[in-house]
């Protein structure tokens, strides 16, 4: 009940009033006391009034701020209860006096199960060692907000709930009253869901970052300064660094190609601002030791979620071993074709695969023609079967043959070449190709064949001379004692020759010699052996007689060929005599 202003107003006149009657004289002359009683009377009916009055009002507003504190109430137990966040209230004797529906929950735990924090911490922290981690960060925690008087920083916590599973938590505490050693809020902030969508998160960005590790080639990726923004391990190995972290933020000016940076970065803008991508183009790289290496490079525009530019992504591959071999099969290729030995190239039957321009200068094959045919076209005939039977079996063992052989031309010409075979495998080892390389010794053996008539033979009459003759007459020696039969070793010296060189010159004297030399020959057997040893002097053997008068019928012959006149020119004759030696050998 209020009271009016007005009625105040009229209590505070009638106090007034009365005042005054009690202090001033009475009207009733014959009863001044009774009067002065009746007034403090009347003024304490008045007090009592108006104090009642006002006691009613209080009590009456007591009762509206308890009916609106027990809807206050009511309502923050409601909001509490509604409240989607687990929470809990710690008093200063550490029980916890009260938790949420949302605690009980998430977490599976009533009032009952956890009535302290001595129940508490087993339950929730069952691992011993990850129990007093928690509990050390949450006193690490409590004391420095006690001792700051300053917000709690949360905890993320993980928390075993009664059925067993785990929930991850942002766990913190808020001040019901002036310090946390009062009774506290604990507020568990379940974040499980958003730490699975994390932990599946970073683990999509560690497989996408193992993939590209590990992919065989360099991958890199860097904004629109060019800085790096990221790379993969291998990226980093060329860049002479220990891990893709201490790439970022830096830009090609500071690396070890640093001498290639202003050719980089053009790269870099012209794809961004084309906004079209440069795939496998090859340039060159200076490595951190200073080497020089071939990349095979590709660039790609890198854009943000709104499909802007935001940089450049690169990849490329190392190729210097590539291009090393390419020089080399380049080079290779260049001495294929260029050197003048011949190359041929067969498969494992012998068949031609390919060969050399020099392979058609010398066999006067064209390359279309061998191609696909047997390399026994090119046999001459003269090496029988035990000869190539030999020469395979060399390869076989060897893995190569080298050796002189004769082969037939397109146009049928024999010639002889100095063949190199050599058989190719692959890496299990298995043969897969043979390899031919020949040279034409012809002029050669020509040759040959002429330094052995100059070493061996007469340049004039053909004969053997000393050096053959004493050869042939060891071999005699041996042959009869091996036939045990006899031999002769005759001396011939022309009687008069030196009268034909005075008389009609030594180019008639050499034709003299000439036609004489052809009887001796024509008179003598094929076993024996007719050599000159000076200028009219010869020596000649006789193998394989029965008798001594064997020999003696063949000088006589001899004798009587060599008197039968000469004719030398314009029917000019010259006739001349020999004397004869012998020595006989049993």
Not at 73 to 85: D, G, K, V
Not at 236 to 258: N, R, Y
Not at 283 to 289: A, K, L, S, Y
Not at 554 to 561: I, P
Request: with cysteine.
């Amino acid at each position: 009940m209020k009271l009016t202003c007005q009625f105040r107003l009229f209590i505070c006149v009638c106090l007034l009033l009365c005042s005054l009657f009690l202090w001033t004289e009475s009207p009733i002359s014959a009863h001044p006391s009774f009067f002065k009683y009746l007034t403090v009377i009347f003024l304490l009916i008045i007090s009592i009034i108006y104090w009642n009055i006002s006691l009613q009002g209080v009590i009456q507003k007591s009762k509206q701020l308890e009916l609106a504190l027990r809807n206050n109430e009511a309502r923050l137990h409601a909001i509490i209860n509604a409240c989607p966040i687990p929470l809990a209230l710690n008093d200063d004797a550490e029980n916890i006096t009260f938790i949420n529906p949302e605690f009980t929950k998430r977490f599976g735990y009533t009032l009952d199960d956890i009535p302290t924090l001595a129940d508490w911490w087993p339950k929730a922290y069952p691992d011993p060692a990850y129990r007093l981690w928690a509990a050390d960060a949450w006193s690490a925690a409590m004391n420095k907000a006690k001792q700051e008087h300053d917000y709690f920083e949360p905890l993320e916590l993980n928390i075993c709930c009664k059925d067993g599973t785990t929930r991850t938590v942002m766990a913190s505490a808020a001040l019901l009253a002036d310090n946390f050693t009062d009774p506290h809020l604990v507020i568990l902030y379940d974040v499980s869901n958003r730490k699975t969508a994390e932990n599946e998160l970073q683990h999509s960005i560690d497989l996408l970052q193992s993939v590209i590790d590990n992919i065989p080639v360099r991958v890199f990726w860097k904004d629109k300064e060019s800085r790096y923004l990221g790379c993969n391990n291998a990226f980093a190995k060329d860049a002479g660094l220990s891990s893709a972290e201490q790439l970022l933020g830096k830009d090609d000016t500071v690396m070890g190609w640093k001498d290639q940076a202003e050719l980089y970065r053009a790269d870099d803008v012209k794809v961004m601002t084309s906004n079209i991508s440069q795939l496998d183009f090859e340039e060159q790289q200076t490595t951190p030791d200073g080497n020089t290496i071939w990349l095979r490079t590709s660039k790609v525009p890198l854009h943000d979620v709104a499909g802007q530019v935001m940089g450049v992504l690169g990849i490329y591959d190392d190729i210097t071993e590539r291009k090393h071999n390419e020089e080399s099969l380049q080079l290779a290729a260049s001495v294929f074709a260029n050197t003048q030995e011949g190359i041929v190239i067969t498969n494992t039957e012998g068949h031609i695969i390919d060969a050399n321009q020099a392979f058609t200068d010398i066999t006067g094959y064209e390359r279309a023609e061998i191609l696909g045919n047997n390399l026994k076209m090119l046999q001459s005939g003269l090496h029988d079967r035990s000869f190539y039977k030999a020469l395979w079996k060399s390869i076989k063992q060897k893995g190569y043959w080298r050796g002189e052989i004769w082969n037939r031309r397109k146009n049928g010409d024999i010639y002889a070449e100095w063949l190199t075979i050599s058989s190719v495998t692959n890496t299990q080892g298995d043969v897969i190709r043979y390899i031919g390389n020949f040279s034409d010794i012809s002029l050669l053996k020509q040759r040959e064949q002429q330094l052995e008539q100059i070493t061996h033979y007469d340049l004039l009459t053909g004969l053997p001379n000393r050096i053959l003759l004493l050869d042939r007459m060891n071999l005699a020696i041996a042959q009869s004692k091996r036939n045990q039969c006899l031999m002769a070793v005759c001396y011939l010296d022309l009687d008069g020759f030196g009268v034909v060189n005075d008389n009609f010159s030594h180019a008639m004297g050499d034709k003299l010699l000439i036609k004489i030399t052809e009887r001796i020959k024509n008179t003598l057997r094929e076993e024996d052996t007719l050599a000159r040893i000076g200028g009219d002097e010869f020596i000649f053997l006789l193998q394989d007689l029965e008798y001594v008068e064997d020999c003696e019928h063949t000088l006589h012959r001899l004798l009587n060929v060599i008197s039968v006149p000469v004719i030398l020119q314009n029917q000019t004759t010259a006739t001349i005599t020999a004397s004869i030696g012998r020595a006989n050998r049993q």
